[in-house]
Structures are given as structure tokens and as C-alpha cells.
């Protein structure tokens, strides 16, 4: 099995607060090599606070359940959605097609843009409504408080990848139109 199908502890980027997993979404990116090869370090960089993977191939139904014992959700993002997971209202499903070899420049900004918009909006909302089912105790008012500087991270990533693609439209010949 080849590195991006199997699913080790080594194949799940994470960031330095793993303390917070229970109370976070991973994100699992399914696509196809080609697509991981140009869009990893692009979606790297801009989910760079959040658990991550890159996938080839579907999870399977007991690494489905597995990474559920480890975080609250799980965001998968894929040109389809297994059946076993349809029903799951602990995954959120988000479409994504795109062909990059017969994908006109403009469509694939646009893709690109569409699902990261989206994607930082509804951790953004995720992370601010987590931080207010926590207590007011003292340790899970520091969690609430990570959670909801994560949210205004989110936002934050939101506008600076809006500008990045503001100017890669501005930097577009007419040949790549």
C-alpha cells in the first residue's frame, strides 16, 4: 500500500495542540494523485491549524469510526461520498471535481476558491460554536479561548486567500482565459 493510502499515525498532519482533537473536525482531503501533487502544499498552507489528510483512495468504514473516537467530525472532501457515510451527522461532506488537465485556469481558481472559502467559513463558525459547549471551568475556558482564536484564525485565512485570488485573476495573460 502506497504512503497516501494507508492511514498511520505518520500519514495525519498535525499541528502542535493535539490536546485539542476531541473538540475539533479532521479534515480528510480525497483526491486524485495528481490533484494532491499541484493542491498539497497549497491546502497545507492554508489548513495549517487544522488536523489534516490526504487520501487517494475512500476511507474505510472502521477508519471512519476510528478517527470519529478521535475527533468530534470529520470534513470530507471528495468528488463522492461513500454510502456507508451518508447517513453519518458527524460528517460533513464537501463536493469537489476537478479535472487538472482538462480544467479550464479560470474554473480551477475558481474550484479552488469556492471550496477553501467555504471550508474556512464553516470551521470559522465550528470553532465559535465548540468554545460555547465548553463550562466555565477553568481548563476548558483555555480550550474555549484556543477554539475561538482558531475561528478568527479561520477568518483571517479566509480574506488573505480571497486577496490571493484577486491577484492570481490579475496576473492571468489572455491565453490562460
Known amino acids: 500500500m502506497d504512503k497516501l493510502n494507508s492511514l498511520n499515525k505518520y500519514d495525519l498532519i498535525q499541528y502542535n495542540e493535539p490536546s485539542l482533537a476531541r473538540f475539533e473536525p479532521v479534515l480528510f482531503f480525497c483526491l486524485n494523485n495528481e490533484l494532491i501533487q499541484h493542491e498539497r502544499d497549497n ?4 489548513f495549517e491549524l487544522q488536523f489534516r489528510c490526504f487520501i487517494t483512495k475512500h476511507l474505510t468504514q472502521a477508519q471512519v469510526e476510528k478517527n470519529l473516537d478521535k475527533f468530534y467530525l470529520i470534513f470530507y ?3 463522492e461520498l461513500p454510502s456507508y457515510m451518508k447517513d453519518n ?3 460533513k461532506f464537501y463536493e469537489f471535481k476537478l479535472n487538472i488537465e482538462n480544467q479550464d485556469p479560470i474554473q480551477k481558481i475558481k ?4 471550496l477553501t472559502g467555504q471550508l474556512l467559513h464553516d470551521l470559522g463558525i465550528f470553532y465559535s460554536e ?3 459547549t465548553l463550562s466555565k471551568e477553568r481548563e476548558d475556558r483555555i480550550i474555549a479561548k484556543r477554539l475561538i482564536a482558531k475561528g478568527a484564525k479561520c477568518y483571517q485565512s479566509l480574506a488573505s486567500e ?3 485570488t484577486i491577484q492570481r485573476y490579475k496576473t492571468m495573460t489572455p491565453n490562460d482565459v
Do not use: G, N, T, V
Not at 43 to 46: G, H, P, Q, R
Open 77 to 79: 472532501i471528495s468528488s
Open 111 to 114: 474550484a479552488m476558491e469556492i
Open 43 to 46: 491546502l497545507s498552507s492554508i
Open 130 to 132: 465548540q468554545a460555547k
Open 162 to 164: 480571497s486577496e490571493k
Open 89 to 91: 451527522p458527524r460528517i
